[in-house]
């Protein structure tokens, strides 16, 4: 396990049309965030998932962003009818229950064209 | 919700110096500070983080101080080198929300030779 992994790393696609980025944290850390970072700008919190449970949605995530972790080991963000605002950097982190360190992939570029 | 305010965004030194960035929190319930840096293209690290208990920490040329009260912490940086050249952000979370982090704006740090 060499750490967080993402896919795909660079997504383009027009806008309107569905996206879904994967994450696969760290085997044994039961807890998974996703941000988005746009240029020049620090990651913004999405949501968390303790295990299987979504536990937090920031007020960022509308309803057009969906996130699932099925069965508590890799994630899914699926963004439906993309815009051109969507276009970002979609981070994934990972960490342990009790612990604070968050460690991040690589993350997947999405550009809406 | 919780609000970090970064300063400077953007700082240049010459190598060998001292570099310092500074950031404010809002919630008095933040307790884990961590500083990532994120060179161009590339994954936030974590390079150095702060519990609440602790008033600095210290790993080799890097330093994080923080003053619960006045709820701000600094990033040190001495003997500066082209290699520390990065965006520096810093963070504050709290276990009431499962330690997701939110990130200040980011601090562009340039060391010329």
């Known amino acids: 396990d060499t750490g967080v992994s993402q896919d795909p790393r660079h997504k383009i696609t027009k806008r309107g049309q569905n996206v879904t980025f994967r994450c696969d944290p760290i085997s044994e850390h039961n807890r998974l965030y996703w941000y988005r970072q746009t240029l020049g700008q620090g990651p913004e919190f999405l949501t968390y998932f303790q295990n299987e449970a979504q536990l937090e949605k920031s007020r960022l995530l509308s309803d057009r962003f969906s996130a699932e972790r099925p069965k508590g080991s890799f994630s899914t963000l699926e963004i439906q009818r993309t815009e051109q605002g969507d276009s970002a950097m979609y981070l994934c982190?990972?960490?342990?229950?009790?612990?604070?360190?968050?460690?991040f992939g690589a993350g997947s570029r999405l550009t809406v064209l | 919700g919780e609000n970090v305010e970064q300063h400077p965004s953007t700082l240049s030194v010459q190598e060998g110096d001292s570099a310092v960035i500074k950031c404010t929190y809002s919630d008095s319930a933040s307790n884990y500070f961590p500083w990532y840096k994120q060179e161009l293209g590339k994954r936030p690290q974590l390079i150095i983080d702060?519990?609440?208990?602790?008033g600095e920490k210290k790993d080799q040329r890097i330093a994080v101080t923080l003053n619960k009260t006045a709820k701000h912490f600094s990033l040190h940086i001495t003997e500066t080198q082209p290699e520390d050249s990065a965006v520096y952000f810093c963070a504050a979370s709290n276990s009431n929300s499962g330690y997701a982090l939110n990130f200040g704006k980011g601090t562009s740090l340039l060391v010329t030779p």
């Open positions: 702060i519990r609440s208990n602790v």
């Open positions: 982190a990972s960490g342990s229950s009790g612990a604070n360190v968050l460690t």
